[in-house]
């Protein structure tokens, strides 16, 4: 079974750093894209970074570029998204996201929940 479990959510002050993990199990982690989506309420899902294989390349929306950091240790089958400088905006449901290169799939985790208020 393909299983994605997020983690490291929480509150903070506007300022503040979290890191978020996203733990992958059923399927080969290596072969896959792994992006880290947000919604906030009343607004649509959008991409906040991706990381491809092999931490060859990275994406960011403009809107955290320079303030968040994704990461994978494929050893450990677990992808990071280090979030420093939050501001309110960055409220959201973080949402894990697996795209398997070799085996065409996507998964998704259930979420966890950042707010950033103070």
């Known amino acids: 079974q393909v299983q994605l479990v997020e983690s490291g959510g929480g509150l903070v002050q506007p300022g503040g750093s979290l890191r978020l993990s996203c733990a992958a199990s059923g ?8 992006s880290w989506y947000r919604q906030a309420p ?20 403009d809107s ?11 050893a450990k089958n677990t ?3 280090q979030m420093n400088s939050l501001k309110p905006e960055d409220t959201a449901v973080y ?7 070799v085996r065409s799939f996507t998964a998704w ?7 950033v208020s103070s």
């Open 42 to 61: 009343g607004k649509e899902r959008e991409l906040v970074a991706t990381i491809g294989t092999f931490s060859i390349s990275t994406k960011y929306a």
């Open 95 to 101: 949402y894990c996201n697996a795209q398997g290169k």
């Open 109 to 115: 985790g259930q979420g966890t929940q950042v707010t």
């Open 79 to 81: 992808v990071f998204l």
């Open 64 to 74: 955290v570029k320079g303030r968040f950091t994704i990461s994978r240790d494929d």
């Open 27 to 34: 399927f080969t982690f290596a072969l896959s894209d792994m």
